[in-house]
């Protein structure tokens, strides 16, 4: 499947440019500074003024930590999910929201996917993380469990995590790509407990509402080191059910 820019309306081009500023806007306090310098340093292909061309944004990336993006329909199992990380592709739908649907979304669409996710995907360290991340999903692709905890893992990471600087900033696409979440994450009324990865691997999450509780992290490093241990904790599982 391929990106086609000619399918575009006017109303697509209001969608990206309302959400883009007003989240560029939102997360200048709110958004951690590795994924901001990352909207900087990748201004000429993501920006307010154009829907994203694949095209360019993969260009970029060559010049960077490798990563494509790969055109999915909407959601795909988990599995092939994994597999895509496990060789630097990232998935991304290509539709947007309606403008009458700005703040409320079933499925990812393009500005989740790629506001959200593709930003970081360029700083070094959380590449890697989430580069191993993917390899680790191939590795236990036989196990349900284990798929299970690397899922809770990619939602409480990936998709919610919360960093801490002096405050609390968002790193999580979830977060980056929703104005409602970006605001309860940052305030100093939500529950925020310290990352552990035997916690995180345990901890059951809701896809359809706003999150109760953010898991946060100090550093991209702390999530890099992270997959050796996850690797352990789930190696060590399996060994328990083959022995009893
Ligand atoms: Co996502």
């Not at 883009?20 to 990748?42: P, S, T, V, W």
């Not at 739908?93 to 790629?114: A, G, V």
């Amino acid at each position: 499947m391929k990106q086609e820019m000619n399918k575009y309306t006017k109303k697509d081009e209001w969608v990206w440019n309302t959400l883009f500023r007003r989240q560029h806007d939102n997360l200048k306090q709110k958004g951690c500074k590795e994924y901001l310098n990352a909207l900087i340093d990748m201004r000429d292909v993501l920006n307010a003024n154009s829907i994203p061309n694949f095209k360019n944004l993969n260009n970029y990336f060559l010049g960077k930590t490798g990563w494509q993006i790969e055109v999915v329909k909407g959601l795909i199992p988990v599995e092939d999910f994994f597999e895509l990380l496990a060789k630097k592709r990232f998935c991304s739908s290509t539709w947007l929201r309606s403008p009458e649907n700005l703040d409320y979304l079933e499925e990812p669409d393009m500005f989740h996917d790629i506001f959200g996710h593709i930003p970081l995907l360029s700083h070094p360290v959380f590449s890697d993380f989430a580069f191993e991340f993917g390899k680790l999903g191939n590795k236990y692709i036989q196990n349900k469990d284990a798929i299970i905890a690397l899922q809770r893992l990619y939602w409480f990471t990936i998709e919610f995590g919360v960093i801490r600087e002096n405050e609390s900033k968002a790193y999580g696409a979830g977060i980056i790509s929703s104005f409602g979440e970006t605001n309860r994450a940052t305030s100093n009324t939500v529950k925020i407990t310290d990352f552990d990865i035997e916690q995180v691997m345990n901890k059951n999450f809701r896809t359809d509402v706003m999150q109760e509780e953010y898991i946060s992290i100090y550093s991209f490093d702390e999530l890099f080191s992270s997959i050796e241990k996850a690797d352990k904790f789930l190696n060590k599982k399996r060994y328990e059910l083959e022995h009893y």
